[in-house]
């Protein structure tokens, strides 16, 4: 346990959440990690489909606007 500032004599012990908050934003870096490799990936096999519709589009344009549909269906959902 650790010991915090002292008021008045008597010592305040810190909660431990904050190492467990830490803990938590990790996973959730991972999981945001993830969901951009899956959205990436996807990207890259229906580029292909979306080129032969339109040859002007660019990859960055096609994966841009995946990631702009995806983040607005998530949004949605909350």
């Given amino acids: 346990m650790q010991l915090g500032v002292q008021k008045l004599g008597v010592p305040k ?4 959440t ?6 938590v934003r990790r996973l959730s ?11 990436f990936l996807y990207a890259v096999k229906s580029y292909p489909g979306r080129f032969a519709r339109d040859p ?3 990859f960055a344009e ?3 606007g995946l990631v702009r549909a ?7 959902r909350v």
Avoid: D, L
Wanted: glycine share 2%.
């Fill in 70 to 76: 995806a983040s607005t269906a998530s949004r949605r």
């Fill in 62 to 64: 096609h994966h841009s």
């Fill in 56 to 58: 002007r589009v660019t």
């Fill in 13 to 16: 012990m810190k909660a431990k």
């Fill in 18 to 23: 904050r190492q467990v908050r830490v803990a």
């Fill in 29 to 39: 870096g991972n999981e945001q990690v993830r969901r951009e490799i899956q959205s």
